[in-house]
């Protein structure tokens, strides 16, 4: 995003650092960070979670460490939706995991189904709602479709919900409302806008807290003590997140409006998060170089589809508006000029 931590996150740290040496934590996280994440459950979802199940880590990334390390062994699948976060396939790739391309449509709303997971022998699935690049989500029917069919095959189910709290027309379903028997994973990287504090968590069942634990503790020692402390101002946040909120809201209903105008037609509002994912199949058939050609003649910076989908991003770009709404209409003007030249 591009506003940065919360107010009462800043003061947090500035009183914190006068009263301690901000050494290592315990490696699960700060015990009164995990009880208010606890809470945020409770707040968001209302839903009770324990807070031993939670585990503080550094950024999702260390999340998806933790579960992959811990879930899986060498050569094992792990199926991902494509279009979806690049990342998650080269962290598999780092780890000797196979990695399925689950090759979604916008039928579903570039989402996986029940049926990918009877088709496919997997190991483990990891969905995202509110998904990164598309912004679209599951709803509780379609969460626990998968989730049943995850269990019937034996597969284990990981839910990223990075995006959690930035939703528009309905609330984002948390898999914890389901079932216990899950991997959830989130961040206070986008909704709480901590971005480089480089803080996570992952909530696991019962018998893996010893497990993810003892990882933890090894491969991270523990998460960085000045962003937790952090956290717990940005926790009680509220109304500056909110206020967020409402920027994200405005840029997506501005870009509903204006996209068409400029010639990008194709698209499906975000559910949540704040990307646009768009096919400009019709202007290009190498979004690698269109995302150039935009960037080095009128400064604007899109992401070529084909960071998302290798085999068929090549006609789609995301576009982010976590940006001021005035830094978006100077975008959307430079946008239109570029694209001025299609419309001839």
């Keep these: 995003p591009g506003t940065g931590a919360p107010t009462l996150a800043k003061e947090k740290v500035i009183n914190g650092l006068s009263g301690s040496t901000m050494g290592y934590t315990v490696a699960l996280g700060i015990p009164e960070l995990r009880e208010k994440i606890a809470d945020l459950y409770w707040r968001w979802y209302k839903i009770k979670v324990d807070p031993e199940r939670i585990i503080v880590t550094p950024g ?7 579960a992959f390390t811990g879930l899986f062994d060498v050569g094992d699948t792990v199926g991902i939706g494509s279009p979806g976060y690049p990342s998650y396939r080269q962290i598999l790739k780092a780890l000797s995991l196979n990695t399925c391309a689950i090759k979604t449509t916008s039928d579903n709303k570039f989402q996986p189904v029940a049926t990918d997971i009877n088709y496919n022998n997997l190991d483990g699935l990891l969905i995202a709602s509110p998904a990164n690049p598309t912004g679209s989500m599951l709803n509780k029917d379609e969460l626990e479709g998968l989730m049943e069919a995850c269990d019937q095959k034996q597969t284990v189910f990981i839910s990223d919900e990075i995006y959690h709290g930035i939703e528009y027309d309905a609330r984002a379903v948390s898999a914890l409302e389901i079932s216990d028997d899950c991997f959830v994973i989130n961040s206070f990287s986008k909704y709480f806008s901590m971005t480089g504090w480089r803080l996570g968590w992952i909530v696991v069942p019962y018998d ?3 497990q ?3 990882l933890a503790q090894n491969l991270f020692i523990c998460a960085p003590h000045i962003s937790q402390v952090a956290a717990l101002g940005a926790l009680d946040s509220h109304d500056e997140l909110k206020q967020n909120l409402e920027t994200y ?4 209903a501005l870009l509903i409006e204006q996209l068409p105008k400029i010639g990008f037609k194709k698209f499906a509002p975000p559910d949540g998060a704040f990307y646009f994912y768009i096919d400009v199949s019709e202007y290009t058939d190498n979004s690698l170089n269109f995302c150039k050609a935009i960037l080095e003649e009128v400064r604007v910076a899109i992401t070529p589809g084909i960071d998302f989908d290798p085999e ?9 508006y976590a940006c001021s709404t005035s830094d978006l209409k100077k975008g959307i003007r430079r946008l239109n000029n570029f694209m001025s030249k299609y419309r001839l």
Aim: no cysteine; aromatic share 12%; charged share 30%.
């Design 60 to 66: 999702s990334s260390g999340s998806f460490i933790l």
């Design 208 to 210: 893996y807290i010893r």
């Design 212 to 214: 993810f634990e003892r």
């Design 249 to 252: 809201r405005a840029n997506r």
């Design 312 to 320: 068929r991003g090549l006609e789609t770009v995301r576009l982010s």
